[in-house]
Nanobody, 114 residues
């Protein structure tokens, strides 16, 4: 069973940066498009950005220009560099394969607050 472990979250002030990591088990990184999702307090989980196996990223409008998504298939790892964070970016961030959803990991909490 594929498992995802997200890390790198924390408390940061508005305008700050964080780098999230997603470590996956098995061969999922070698086969599937991968994505970051987030769930803000009281809201549904939403897609933030996704990236093809070959490394071509796609971003939602609300993060384009601020977030950068990358992946290392050999290391079964995906990264999300988040810059110029705002309070609207607060939430729990998860990774998964959007075309073949697996069990969700615990996520990593990002809190943007002054």
């Amino acid at each position: 069973q594929v498992q995802f472990v997200e890390s790198g979250g924390g408390l940061v002030q508005p305008g700050g940066s964080l780098r999230l990591s997603c470590l996956g088990s098995g061969n999922i990184f070698k086969i599937y498009r991968m994505a970051w999702y987030r769930q803000a307090p009281g809201k549904q989980r939403e897609l933030v950005a996704d990236i093809s196996v070959s490394g071509n990223p796609m971003y939602k409008d609300f993060v384009r220009g601020r977030f950068t998504l990358s992946r290392d298939n050999a290391a079964n790892t995906m990264y999300l560099q988040m810059n110029d964070l705002t309070t609207e970016d607060t939430g729990v961030y998860y990774c998964n394969a959007p075309n073949s959803l697996r069990a969700w990991g615990e996520g990593t909490l990002v809190t943007v607050s002054s």
